[in-house]
């Protein structure tokens, strides 16, 4: 999708982003490029406001694995690993046969699976389901539009939250004798529909 000046209008982009993109796309740039240049400058806001607008893209970016500082895809991403220091963002799923680490947060508008690990400095946000076959860690919170699942335990800084009538899944691959010690789920508050493992409220 080619993103012009006049769609920004019309989609009332704030003075500064327009602007923004004006001094890098002056004749107008193709979406992923603007999302490149947006993870090239650490312009997480403008990146989830432009894929938000322009909505997702049926494209698959596949690799080995993803590092660097942020990394921004308008459509699906699958991975063996990723490993990122900033934030890591998707118009649609996040996919990796192994682990996904983000310094900042992850976001995706479809689910985010790992075969591995899921951890974020700050948030990890879904529109559909979160699963790992190992543990699931955030600085913040943790936020699925459908279920959440674990293989190990879930642990956030401020709160869980499964989407409405979802369950939370926590020590899936654990035995249920070691859920208070490879099995917990932590949180400020107590999930709605926890499901399975061992709560532990954070002080």
Not at 51 to 60: E, L, M, R
Not at 131 to 157: F, L, P
Request: hydrophobic letters at 40%.
């Amino acid at each position: 999708m080619q993103i012009t000046k006049e769609m920004l209008k019309e989609w009332n982009a704030c003075s500064s982003g327009y602007e923004w993109f004006l001094n890098h796309f002056p004749e107008g740039g193709e979406l992923q490029d603007v999302l490149s240049k947006c993870a090239d400058e650490s312009e997480i806001g403008y990146a989830q406001w432009l894929i938000k607008k322009a909505g997702p893209v049926d494209a698959v970016y596949e690799a080995d694995e993803i590092t660097g500082k942020h990394f921004f895809f308008a459509g699906r991403i699958s991975c063996k690993s990723i490993a990122i220091e900033g934030f890591l963002l998707a118009g649609e799923g996040i996919e990796a046969g192994c682990g996904i680490e983000a310094g900042w947060g992850i976001e995706a508008g479809s689910s985010i699976e790992a075969g591995w690990g899921i951890e974020a400095g700050s948030s990890i946000k879904a529109g559909e389901g979160i699963e790992a076959g190992s543990s699931i860690e955030a600085g913040s919170s943790i936020k699925a539009g459908e279920g959440i699942e674990a293989g190990r335990g879930i642990k956030a800084g401020s709160s869980i939250e499964a989407g409405d009538d979802y369950g939370v899944f926590a020590a899936l691959r654990i035995k249920i004798s070691q859920w208070s010690t490879y099995g917990k789920v932590s949180a400020k508050t107590k999930p709605q529909n926890l499901i399975s493992g061992f709560f532990e409220e954070l002080k």
